[in-house]
């Protein structure tokens, strides 16, 4: 009889966390898609010059690219609640292959971030000033904003 109340409360647990889970994960989905609304949009990517000067004039930048990262936090969250769900059945070994997965995904999208939302709001900050050398700044943000390589 014991094991029956065991289960139970066991199931009631995952049943709360699965739902968990799934609630993080759609707020996960609407903090990327805001995030991704705030973030300058309105230049041409392929026309350099006056994306970065979008790029320095934009107020929400850091909070658009923290929101995203929020984001995809919280989606790789609920994926690893989830994988906890289903490890010890059949699936165990693909269950932890995801976990692996979601957490290098994770780490992909801090990088990418840190990259530019960081370093690219940075640089073109410095390039926007009257000041500076311009040309050798322009090449620097052209290489890391580039996202076709």
């Known amino acids: ?29 609407l903090f990327l898609l805001v995030g991704t609304l705030l973030h300058p949009m309105h230049e041409d990517p392929n026309m350099p010059a006056a994306a970065f000067k979008e790029y320095a004039a ?8 923290l929101t995203q990262l929020s984001g995809v936090f919280l989606m790789v969250a609920s994926l690893v609640l ?5 490890a010890g059945g059949p699936a165990g070994a693909a269950v932890t292959l995801g976990a692996v997965s979601a957490a290098a995904s994770l780490a992909v999208a801090a990088a990418l971030q840190a990259v530019d939302g960081i370093a690219l709001k940075v640089m073109v ?10 040309k050798t700044l322009f090449s620097i943000l052209y290489l890391l904003s580039d996202k076709s390589r």
Do not use: C
């Open 1 to 29: 009889m014991p094991n029956v109340i065991k289960d139970a409360i066991m199931d009631g647990n995952y049943e709360r966390e699965a739902r968990f889970a799934a609630m993080i994960a759609m707020i996960g989905a």
């Open 125 to 134: 900050n410095t390039w926007q000033r009257p000041r500076g050398t311009k």
């Open 82 to 86: 989830l994988a906890r769900r289903i």
């Open 58 to 65: 934009d107020p929400n930048w850091v909070a658009s690219h």
